[in-house]
């Protein structure tokens, strides 16, 4: 069974830098392609960006270029998203997705793991 | 690029219900749909307009044409009360609808 494991909770302040992870097991991810989706709290799915776990090629959201990375060590199946400086308004759960076969660069997104809550309070 | 969902919708249990989701020219991308209830992360139920993903029930079915996309449930049951999203692709960034709230009465 195809799994996406996330990294925990994360409470931080202003300013701080703040890497999270996701993780796959039961399957090999090396040629897929992981999306990054934000949600606010009380709102909606916004989609991030993705990366090509087969080379890292990635591709970001206009509305978070600049402000997010998004990056994979395909040997250990991981995948981050990380910020230089977080603010308040970072404040959501933060999803990661699998799209659904090799080289689908277009999802859908077939699998999903369970989200990390990140905080952000002085 | 946006995708336009209604809110919220209800249905009676055992009814069907549409939920619909509008873009410019929708028709000609593919769309796709996930199910999202309170606490938990999204499950696709429609990829490709019209497909199921493998243990998804017969209930759910999916259209797309023109500039709407639609997600049909047939004999809805408690269980389906979730938030649903529409969503495609467009120079290759995704996009997502801003979700439905489905109330089964």
């Known amino acids: 069974e195809v799994q996406l494991v996330q990294s925990g909770a994360e409470a931080k302040k202003p300013g701080e830098s703040l890497r999270i992870s996701c993780k796959g097991s039961g399957h090999s991810f090396n040629n897929y392609w992981i999306s990054w989706v934000r949600q606010m709290p009380g709102k909606g799915l916004e989609w991030v960006g993705k990366i090509d776990l087969s080379d890292s090629k990635t591709h970001y959201s206009p509305s978070f270029q600049g402000h997010v990375t998004i990056s994979a060590d395909r040997s250990i199946n991981t995948a981050y998203l990380q910020w230089r400086s977080v603010k308040a308004s970072d404040i959501a759960i933060y999803y990661c997705?699998?799209?659904?076969?090799?080289?689908?660069?277009?999802?859908?997104?077939?699998?999903w793991g369970q989200g990390t809550l990140v905080t952000v309070s002085s | 690029y946006d995708l336009t969902q209604p809110p919220s919708v209800s249905v009676s249990p055992g009814q069907t219900v549409s939920i619909t989701c509008s873009g410019d020219?929708?028709?000609?991308?593919?769309a796709c749909w996930y199910q999202q209830k309170p606490g938990q992360s999204p499950v696709l139920v429609i990829y490709?307009?019209?497909k199921r993903p493998s243990g998804i029930p017969e209930r759910f079915s999916g259209s797309n044409s023109g500039n709407t996309a639609t997600l049909t449930i047939s004999g809805t049951q408690a269980m389906d009360e979730a938030d649903y999203y529409c969503?495609?692709?467009?120079?290759?960034?995704?996009?997502f609808g801003g979700g439905t709230k489905l109330t089964v009465l």
């Open positions: 490709q307009d019209t």
């Open positions: 997705a699998r799209h659904s076969a090799p080289g689908f660069t277009y999802g859908p997104f077939d699998s």
């Open positions: 020219k929708l028709g000609e991308r593919f």
């Open positions: 969503q495609t692709w467009d120079s290759n960034t995704g996009v």
